[in-house]
């Protein structure tokens, strides 16, 4: 697990290949098995694979989600107030689906579109919305466009590593 870890970057360019149905279905499965408070399973998902779609998507936001465009598949991550936790619920759903995704040999990168503006008068979150007919009482979290990269990146080196933002049993006794 740690070394998927290592090895999972942001990509944002992708190789023109459609990801594969068992694959699609494993990255379903890793969102279903995500934990969620109470049982409440507050996220929900969208699979999004149209071309025009993603074209769609890839303006949700002012900047940050132009990559769509060109991602094979994107994963789209809402949250139900069902449960005060939901924000908390699909990070951890989405995050899931990101380390699934490098498991598979595939990439991906975070669009986040909660709290985001896709112009002076409309919210990512509308847009999302009113693009993937969401109903409005849900919120779109992010979208994880994935697929297979086409700009590999080198992984995380030990390094590079801040020790310093972990403390042992007090805040003021940083690692080094």
């Given at each position: 697990m740690l070394e998927l870890l290592y090895q999972r970057r942001s990509i944002r360019r992708f190789k023109?290949?459609?990801?594969?149905?068992?694959?699609?279905?494993?990255?379903?499965?890793?969102?279903l098995l995500a934990p969620s408070s109470r049982s409440l399973d507050s996220q929900s998902f969208i699979i999004v694979d149209d071309k025009e779609l993603l074209q769609s998507l890839s303006t949700s936001r002012e900047y940050g989600s132009s990559f769509l465009r060109n991602a094979p598949l994107a994963i789209v991550v809402v949250g139900d107030n069902v449960s005060d936790v939901?924000?908390?619920?699909?990070?951890?759903?989405?995050?899931?689906?990101?380390?699934?995704?490098?498991?598979?040999?595939?990439?991906?990168?975070?669009?986040?579109?909660?709290?985001?503006?896709h112009d002076e008068n409309t919210s990512?979150?509308?847009?999302?919305?009113?693009?993937?007919?969401?109903?409005?009482?849900?919120?779109?979290?992010?979208?994880?466009?994935?697929?297979?990269?086409?700009?590999?990146?080198?992984?995380?080196?030990?390094?590079?590593?801040?020790?310093?933002?972990?403390?042992?049993?007090?805040?003021?006794n940083k690692m080094k």
């Open positions: 023109d290949i459609p990801v594969e149905q068992e694959k699609v279905e494993q990255l379903i499965k890793g969102g939901w924000v908390e619920d699909t990070v951890i759903a989405a995050t899931f689906i990101q380390i699934l995704v490098e498991s598979l040999g595939l990439a991906s990168c975070w669009v986040q579109i909660r709290n985001r503006k990512s979150d509308e847009y999302v919305k009113q693009i993937l007919k969401i109903p409005s009482e849900l919120h779109v979290e992010c979208i994880i466009g994935l697929g297979y990269a086409q700009e590999p990146k080198a992984p995380h080196t030990d390094e590079k590593l801040k020790y310093e933002r972990f403390s042992i049993n007090t805040y003021d």
